[in-house]
T-cell receptor, first 111, second 114 residues
Framework: SQQGEEDPQALSIQEGENATMNCSYK?????LQWYRQNSGRGLVHLIL?????REKHSGRLRVTLDTSKKSSSLLITASRAADTASYFC???????????FGQGTRLTINP | NAGVTQTPKFRVLKTGQSMTLLCAQD?????MYWYRQDPGMGLRLIHY???????AKGEVPDGYNVSRLKKQNFLLGLESAAPSQTSVYFC?????????????FGSGTQLSVL
């Protein structure tokens, strides 16, 4: 069973617009991470947010975490064609031995 | 610095054949993982290892075996391949568990079982 559920499953926007993806999870976590996967490639770590943090930034990425709602969002500002990829959240649940990945959001940036 | 390397990149098997996927990492990481990725299913953990000589089952271990004889290598074996094992397999590694865990992934192995 999946711990993280991303929403939407697919998102298509114009270059320059902002993209927002959401992740909901079920149990208490130590941290939540976001990864990007370009077509035909492995996943690449983007950002990690700990359970005691509410917001984190990295370049054009902004991640928020609401532990009361068990949800997180990833915002990509000023999107570029190169941002076209699938984005996955992964949760590090308390007491668990491994990360659990969601099903991903497929983001398409149209030129 | 190669990171995580998977071999082979592509493979086609007939039902019942066996094969081994090799994962090698050069970052001296303790933890290694094998995931499979299927359309609409995200990544599911098959087996993992928390150190040389150790292995443990993940979410979908049936039909697979693993070995971690050397710290840098993590092998995934299919003893008798089935069409349901057609998937893309990813190996990953991390330095340790805890708040700073971050996975490094290989580029994947696309396996088709006919």
């Amino acid at each position: 069973s999946q711990q993280g559920e991303e929403d939407p499953q697919a998102l298509s926007i114009q270059e320059g617009e902002n993209a927002t993806m959401n992740c909901s999870y079920k149990t208490s976590i130590n941290n939540l991470q976001w990864y990007r996967q370009n077509s035909g490639r492995g996943l690449v770590h983007l950002i990690l947010i700990r359970s005691n943090e509410r917001e984190k930034h990295s370049g054009r990425l902004r991640v928020t975490l609401d532990t009361s709602k068990k949800s997180s969002s990833l915002l990509i500002t000023a999107s570029r064609a190169a941002d076209t990829a699938s984005y996955f959240c992964a949760t590090d649940a308390k007491g668990a031995q491994k990360l659990v990945f969601g099903q991903g959001t497929r983001l398409t940036i149209n030129p | 610095n190669a990171g995580v390397t998977q071999t082979p990149k592509f493979r086609v098997l007939k039902t019942g054949q066996s094969m081994t996927l090799l994962c090698a990492q050069d970052m001296n990481h303790e933890y290694m993982y094998w995931y499979r990725q299927d359309p609409g299913m995200g990544l599911r953990l098959i087996h993992y290892s928390v150190g040389e000589g150790t292995t443990a089952k993940g979410e979908v271990p049936d039909g697979y075996n693993v070995s971690r004889l050397k710290k840098q290598n993590f092998l995934l074996g299919l003893e008798s391949a089935a069409p349901s094992q057609t998937s893309v397999y990813f190996c990953a590694s991390s330095s340790h568990r805890g708040d700073n865990e971050k996975l490094f992934f290989g580029s994947g192995t696309q396996l088709s079982v006919l």
